[in-house]
C-alpha cells in the first residue's frame, strides 16, 4: 500500500531482531492483547507446548507467533520451499535491512546509503529494558523453533547486512560506530 503513493525512487529499509530475544520480549510485552500469552502461567510453560496455547486466527495471537513475517506483510501459512523467493523478492523492496543488535552499525550503514554527512547521525538508548532478563540458550532455541518464519528472515537479513558491511568496509564501520558512540 505504501509503495502506491510514494515516488518509484523511494529508499525503504526496515530492521529485524532475532526471534529469539523478540520471543521474550513479545511474551512480556504483549502478553494482555495475545490469548496464547495471557493463558500460560510463564514463557517456559509456553515454550514446553506452544500450540497448547496458540490458536491461529484468534484476534491478538499474531503477536505471539513470527511477528516479524507478519508485519512484513508475508504469506503465513508458507510452503518452505517458496522462503527464499519471498525473502529475495522482499530484499529487493528493502535493500537494507538494519539489524537491532547491530543497531549503532546499522545506523552507519543507512547514514551511507542515504548519503548523509556523519555527523547528521546521532544515537542514545531509549525504551529498551535493558539486559536485565537473560533467556538461557534452550529458551533461545524453542523461540527460533517456534517463530521459525521469524529465524528465516533474520536470518536471511543477517547475511545480507554482513555483506553490506563488509563492502562498506568493516575497518571503516568499526571506526564511523565508534565516532556514533564518541
Known amino acids: ?18 526471534p529469539g530475544t523478540l520471543g521474550e520480549s513479545a511474551f512480556s510485552y504483549f502478553r494482555a492483547a495475545a490469548p496464547a500469552f495471557r493463558q500460560s502461567p510463564s ?5 514446553a507446548s506452544p500450540s497448547r496455547f496458540f490458536r491461529p486466527g484468534l484476534r ?13 506483510g508475508l504469506p503465513d501459512p508458507v510452503e518452505p520451499e517458496k ?9 529487493r523492496i528493502f535493500p ?30 531509549h525504551n529498551s529494558r535493558g539486559d536485565s532478563r537473560k533467556i538461557s540458550p534452550e529458551q533461545m532455541r524453542k523461540l527460533r523453533a517456534w517463530n521459525s518464519l ?5 536470518s536471511h537479513f543477517n547475511r545480507t547486512f554482513w555483506r553490506q558491511a563488509r563492502e562498506f568496509g568493516l575497518q571503516r564501520l568499526r571506526r564511523e560506530v565508534a565516532e556514533l558512540r564518541e
Open 1 to 18: 500500500q505504501v509503495q502506491r503513493v510514494m515516488p518509484n525512487d523511494t529508499f525503504y529499509f526496515s530492521i529485524v531482531r532475532d
Open 43 to 47: 514463557l517456559d510453560a509456553f515454550l
Open 96 to 125: 537494507l535491512v538494519l539489524l537491532a543488535e547491530n543497531f549503532d552499525e546499522s545506523l552507519v550503514l543507512l547514514r551511507d546509503r542515504l548519503c548523509w554527512p556523519r555527523h547528521a547521525v546521532d544515537s542514545f538508548p
Open 83 to 91: 522462503i527464499p523467493e519471498i525473502l529475495e523478492n522482499l530484499e
Open 60 to 72: 491478538g495471537n499474531h503477536y505471539a507467533r513470527n511477528l516479524q513475517w507478519f508485519d512484513f
Open 150 to 154: 521469524d529465524w528465516a528472515l533474520y
